[in-house]
């Protein structure tokens, strides 16, 4: 009961704030966290049922979606994703003049603020581009592989760092999924980049405990044996 109640106002929360890339990245996680939540056949059915609900809603309430996620912005401003693309095009000339190592950690809200009025990359792999050049983003892609592969591998056993596994896995895909649209994730010293750390040090310590009781299962298996 005190999860829904949290759910709720989480929920309600995120509505609220009509943060059209939070909720694609809350969309992502939940949707994850039900995939690896269920085995075999019941991944299908569940993929069925989603798509029909989905598909119910989008046409039973197309305008208001619509209306939703425009916030009365204009085409042209939607077009561009609120001048997005602009940036995107911007961050990649700046890229090309130091693609290696970037012009440095967080320079990437002084150049689009003086040249976009946009602080920021929105959008955490071009940040990094410009901030930390192909060095640094190819160090954090490793970064989210090595998590999001741990994370997977445990999702396959069970127990309790199976529900490690799946937790992991769907906060880090969700957040992944917000990062198109913002550059928290690819960037230093702020909530998301710490969840991400946060994220590595939860399947670290399930992994090894994974690997304790995997030992002692075989311990015991070798003295039953034995016997």
């Given amino acids: ?8 106002i989480c929920g309600g929360a995120l509505l609220a704030t009509r943060t059209r890339g939070a909720v694609l990245g809350a969309a992502v996680g939940v949707a994850v966290l039900l995939w690896t939540r269920w085995r075999g056949v019941r991944k299908f059915e569940l993929a069925i049922v989603g798509a029909v609900a989905l598909a119910v809603v989008v046409i039973s309430s197309s305008d208001a979606i619509e209306a939703y996620f425009a916030r009365g912005e204009s085409v042209d401003k939607l077009a561009t994703l609120n001048a997005r693309t602009d940036l995107w095009a911007y961050a990649f000339e700046l890229f090309a003049e130091h693609p290696l190592y970037g012009y ?18 929105h959008n955490a792999l071009i940040n990094l581009l410009v901030d930390a050049g192909l060095v640094g983003a190819l160090a954090w892609l490793a970064l ?18 199976r529900v490690d596994g ?5 906060v880090l895909l969700g957040m992944t999924a917000n990062s198109i649209f913002t550059e ?3 960037s230093p010293a702020n909530a998301s980049f710490t969840w991400l750390y946060l994220l590595l040090a939860w399947v670290l310590h399930a992994r090894t405990v994974a690997d ?9 298996k070798r003295r039953t044996s034995t016997r």
Avoid: K
Wanted: glycine fraction near 18%; hydrophobic fraction near 45%; proline fraction near 0%.
């Fill in 166 to 170: 799946m937790l992991v896995l769907a």
């Fill in 104 to 121: 440095g950690l967080t320079s990437t809200r002084g150049l689009f603020l003086e040249s976009m009025g946009l602080g920021g990359g």
């Fill in 212 to 220: 304790t009781e995997d030992a002692e299962s075989r311990r015991i």
């Fill in 144 to 161: 989210l592989a090595g998590i999001a592969v741990t994370a997977y591998r445990l999702c396959r056993r069970t127990g309790v760092t």
């Fill in 184 to 186: 928290g994730l690819g």
């Fill in 1 to 8: 009961g005190v999860c829904l109640l949290l759910l709720a």
